[in-house]
């Protein structure tokens, strides 16, 4: 959920002939309202724990070697960032790599969350 901050021009009704206060809106008083706004089509959500430096990811590429990705935010949370700098069916790492290089051997194990591991090889 997002927090929004409404200006309200004359939350007192001074403005108005005959100076209505009936309506009249308080500091710290809440207020209900629609906002508009449209969808984002192609947009990946991913756990922040994921992210490293604010624009990089690392991922799974064919032959289970690590690639390592440039990543736009459009939007974040307390828990996961949103990009659209990434493909649907990508295998994003999510646990440690201690030494992140662009074409090390990983070893994937499956157990549900797809958890990756470093094998220390690099790619020939």
């Known amino acids: ?4 901050t409404a200006v309200i021009e004359d939350p007192l009704g001074f403005l ?4 209505r206060i009936k309506g009249a809106l308080l500091t710290g008083e809440y207020i209900s309202s629609v906002i508009r706004g449209s969808y984002l ?7 922040s724990r994921a992210v490293h430096n604010r624009e990089t990811i690392y991922t799974v590429g064919p032959g289970d070697l690590l ?3 440039k ?7 307390e828990e996961h960032i949103y990009t659209k700098s990434l493909e649907t069916e990508a295998k994003v790492i999510v646990s440690h790599v201690a030494t992140p ?5 990983l070893n994937v194990l ?5 958890n990756i591991q470093q ?3 690099e790619r020939p």
């Open 1 to 4: 959920m997002a927090k929004v």
């Open 16 to 19: 108005k002939k005959g100076r």
């Open 41 to 47: 089509k192609g947009v990946t959500k991913i756990p």
């Open 67 to 69: 690639e390592i990705k």
């Open 71 to 77: 990543i736009k935010i459009l939007w974040q949370d």
């Open 101 to 105: 290089i662009e074409g090390l051997k």
């Open 110 to 114: 499956d157990d549900g969350e797809k």
């Open 119 to 121: 094998t220390g090889k």
